[in-house]
């Protein structure tokens, strides 16, 4: 249509005023061009970011002293972590939406490669992967998110989480640098985040009710989009 208009004014007068017209026709279509006819609007696709429920299947992970186990306690944060940034306009990947694990035959390290290399094809802009603690003496308390060790965006990611997570908790553990496997085999920024201790009672009394695992996810949420700049 540009082309046309350009034709139109060329063939129609002769007069040299005309040609400033011309002129500014022209610009305005390479403009067009440039960002409107061919480019999609910024913005227009979310951003996305992989939400991995730690374990599941055969590998139940840590398992409470009234056989709480982590695997569905990861997924039930993980779907309200899912729902609360989808609501939000980010774009979700979960490495598993049911009670089942990823590799065949099953191995804790393929297992973990395999949920890095989902997100890192998926293109999405971080990795937060929820799981639950445990030790021996019942005393540690809290949650805790561990970092991919010497990545700066990944550290930034770690410390909002970790600050959303202790206005809920009332419980701040400091970042932890790690050299855990799926955050050493990320190519984007990512964090292990470990909601609570299921050796502690307190901790564990709290899991267990769908209120705080929700109130848990809402503070992910919120720490994710303050990291993405959305907040």
């Known amino acids: 249509m540009c082309i046309e208009v350009l034709g139109r004014i060329h063939t129609s007068t002769r007069h040299r005023r005309l040609w400033a017209l011309t002129t500014v026709v022209l610009m305005t279509c390479v403009s067009l061009w440039l960002f409107g006819e061919t480019h999609p609007a910024v913005g227009a696709h979310p951003v996305l970011v992989t939400v991995d429920p730690g374990h599941g299947g055969i590998d139940p992970g840590a398992i409470g002293a009234r056989g709480e186990l982590e695997k569905q306690w990861n997924l039930a944060v993980a779907e309200n972590l899912a729902n609360g940034l989808r609501s939000r306009g980010v774009g979700v990947l979960l490495t598993r939406v049911n009670d089942r694990h990823l590799s065949r035959p099953y191995s804790v390290q393929q297992e973990l490669l395999l949920r890095a290399a989902l997100a890192n094809r998926s293109g999405s802009a971080l990795l937060i992967s929820l799981h639950l603690n445990i030790e021996s003496t019942g005393r540690a308390i809290g949650p805790i998110v561990y970092y991919q060790a010497g990545n700066v965006r990944s550290r930034r990611l770690a410390q909002a989480l970790e600050t959303a ?56 949420a919120n720490g994710i989009l303050y990291y993405l700049g959305r907040s």
């Not at 970042?175 to 920024?189: C, E, F, G, K």
């Not at 609570?196 to 209120?211: H, I, M, Q």
């Open 165 to 220: 997570l202790a206005a809920v908790s009332g419980i701040l553990n400091p970042p932890r640098p790690s050299h855990l496997l799926i955050l050493m085999a990320s190519r984007v920024p990512s964090v292990v985040v470990e909601l609570g201790f299921l050796s502690t009672p307190a901790d564990r009394a709290r899991l267990a009710t769908p209120g705080y695992r929700a109130v848990l996810a809402k503070a992910l």
